[in-house]
C-alpha cells in the first residue's frame, strides 16, 4: 500500500463495539476484568489505552518499524530510548541537534554516568574517530535544528553497526514521509509528535519506533515503569493528523522551497540554510536520502539587532517555539529552542545571534513572502 493509504488506514479500523469510523478517545484509566487474571486485553491506562495503541500502530507502519510506542513529549521519548545506555558506556552525540536533546546530556545523564561525546556526523572520518571501545550508541538529527546538515545514515549507520553500536536518529524535521530512516539502516527512530505528525500546534507528544524485539520489550517496559504516556486525547489528536500528514508535507515543502529561494535573492539576508538550494554543501545527499526538503529555514541576518528587527516586525508568522504546525512559526534559535547550548558553541555551529528560524506553514506562499519581504525592509 501507498503511503497515504497507510497514514489514514492503519491503526484505523472501525470501532469493533459502535462501527465508528474515526478510533474513539477511550478516556479511561482502567477497565473492568471479567475474573481474577481475565481481560480483555487491557488492565490499567498507564500500560494500555486502545487511542493510544491505534496511534502507535498508525506512526510505527508509517516508519517501516515492526513496533512503536508513544511517549508525552518528544524528549521522553528520547529519555526512553537513552534507558538502553547504563553508567560507564558512552554516545556519540550529533554535535548540531535539538538544544532540548544536548540539555539531557548534558545537565542530566551526565550525572549518572553516561558519558558522551559530540560529533560532527555528517563527517565519517570525524565520526568513526568519535569511538571509544564502551560506544554503545550513535544519535543523530538530519536535517539538523537549525542550520539543516545533512547526515548519510546508511553511512553512518554501517560504520555503527561495524562497531556494535545502536543508531537512533530524529526524525522529527521531515516526518516519515519524507525520510524513513529504518530504510537506511538506522535502529531507533525518535519524533517529536508536536510538530509535523500532529501538524496543528495542538497536542504535545513523543514517539519511538523500532524493528528490534529486545529493544522494543525495553522501551516498552520503560513506558509503562516511568509512565510517560501519550493521553488519549492527544493520541486521538495525532492519530488525527498523521491522516492528512502526505497532503500537509507537500504544502509544507512546495512552500518551503519558494520561500528559501526568495529569501537567498534577498539583500537583507546573509545566508540560507535550506537542504533543498543547490549551494546546500548536501543537497546531493539530500536528494538521494529524502523524497523532500520540507518546510524549515534557516536565515542570517547578521546581527541580533536585525533578527530582532524581523521577528517583532512579522505580522502573518507567529514568533514562538515549535514547528510543523500549519500556520507558519518563526523563531530566533540562540535565545529560544538552543538557549541552553554554550554560547561559543553556538557560534561555532553557526547558530549565531543573528539566525532565525522559520517553520513554514501551508497559508498562500505570495502572503509569507509579503510578510517576510515587509518584515526583512
Known sequence: MGFSTIAIHAGNEPDIATGAVSVPIYQTSTYAQDALGKHKGYEYARTQNPTRAALEKNIAALENAKFGYAFASGMSAIDAVLKLVK?????ILGDNTYGGTYRLFNRILSNYGVEFDLADTTDAANLESAFRPNTKMVFVETPTNPVM???????????????????????????????????????????????YLNGHSDSVGGFVAL????????IKFVQNG?????????????????KTLAVRMEAHDKNGRIVANFLAEHPGVKKVYYPGLVSHPQHELAKR???????????????????????EGVKLCTLGESLGG????????????HASVPAET???????????????GIEDVEDIIEDLDQALS
Open 149 to 195: 546538515t545533512v547526515t548519510d545514515l546508511q553511512a553512518v549507520s554501517d560504520l555503527a553497526h561495524g562497531r556494535g553500536a545502536t543508531v537512533v536518529c530524529d526524525n522529527t524535521f521531515m516526518s516519515p514521509y519524507f525520510q524513513q530512516p529504518i530504510n537506511f539502516g538506522v535502529d531507533i527512530v525518535v519524533h517529536s509528535t508536536t510538530k
Open 87 to 91: 553508567a560507564g558506556e558512552h554516545v
Open 326 to 337: 500549519v500556520e507558519s512559526l518563526i523563531s530566533h534559535p540562540a535565545t529560544m529552542t
Open 211 to 218: 524493528n528490534d524485539e529486545t529493544d522494543a520489550e525495553w
Open 226 to 242: 516511568i509512565g510517560a504516556i501519550l493521553s488519549p486525547f492527544d493520541s486521538f489528536l495525532v492519530l488525527r493528523g498523521t
Open 346 to 360: 553556538r557560534e561555532k555551529l553557526g547558530i549565531t545571534d543573528g539566525l532565525v528560524r522559520i517553520s513554514v
Open 289 to 311: 536520502q529524502q523524497t523532500g526538503f520540507g518546510g524549515m529555514v534557516a536565515f542570517e541576518t547578521g546581527s541580533l539587532d536585525n533578527a530582532k528587527k524581523v521577528l
